[in-house]
């Protein structure tokens, strides 16, 4: 079975400081990772995808994350913070299920963004 | 592109009654999932939907059901309703290959009273 684990349910950074979203996860299988962006009252955006091309993964609005086997992680990054960052933040492990992919989500990161 | 979209946005129904969710998918995906996001907590896979058949569940109990239509355009019924079914219910599709990403909507938000 696969699970995820989110270490910090909220995260408060200042404005142009860095952003660090730790994500650990178990997987029997060589994993998909994602991680997804939840403004409020919406749904989910995909930030980025890990899929074995590249341990070191960009994605959108300046974020990145990094695929670390040996410790099970797929930590977020973004160098410096901005005011548009607030959100919640979900990682999340997908396996082949059935015809598609099944998610296992994390419980959550919430971002707060200090001027 | 047009992206996934959900009716409606809101909901509000009393223990007991029955309530149907709608969902469109994106353009040329042919897998539809259905996820429940209780308040703090992250999505929990309720089932998927392949070829108009459900293709896994997860630990739901049967009142929650659904349907896929030939145009990819999805259901989820949830019967005698339960004050623990208020939540916010995503749909989300998906191309059916390894590693496809999931596209969410925006989400229904079920209240029960």
């Known amino acids: 079975a696969q699970s995820v684990t989110q270490l910090g349910s909220h995260v408060s950074v200042s404005e142009g400081a860095l952003v660090l979203l730790r994500c650990n996860y178990s997987?029997?299988?060589?994993?998909?990772l994602f991680w997804y962006v939840q403004y409020p009252n919406q749904g989910l955006q995909l930030l980025l995808k890990?899929?074995?091309?590249?341990?070191l993964v960009k994605g959108i609005n300046g974020f990145e994350a990094e695929f670390k086997k040996s410790e099970t992680s797929f930590h977020l990054t973004k160098p410096s913070a901005h005011m548009s960052d607030a959100a919640e933040y979900f990682c999340?492990?997908?396996?082949?299920f059935g015809a598609g992919n099944k998610l296992t989500f994390g419980g959550g990161t919430r971002v707060l963004v200090k001027p | 592109e047009t992206g996934v979209t959900q009716s409606p946005t809101h909901l509000i129904k009393t223990r007991g009654q029955q309530v149907t969710l709608r969902c469109s998918s994106q353009?040329?995906?042919?897998?539809v999932s259905w996820y429940q996001q209780a308040l703090g907590q992250g999505p929990q896979f309720i089932f998927q939907?392949?070829?108009?058949?459900?293709?896994g569940r997860g630990n739901f109990p049967p009142r929650f059901s659904g349907l896929q239509f030939p145009n990819y355009s999805s259901e989820l019924n949830v019967n005698a309703l339960e004050l623990d079914d208020s939540a916010l219910y995503l749909c989300?599709?998906?191309?059916?290959?390894?590693?496809?990403?999931?596209?969410f909507g925006n989400g229904t938000r079920l209240t029960v009273t």
């Open positions: 999340a492990v997908s396996v082949l």
């Open positions: 939907y392949y070829r108009e058949e459900e293709n």
């Open positions: 890990y899929t074995s091309a590249a341990t």
């Open positions: 989300a599709s998906s191309l059916a290959a390894q590693g496809s990403p999931l596209h």
């Open positions: 997987s029997s299988v060589p994993p998909y």
């Open positions: 353009s040329g995906h042919n897998t």
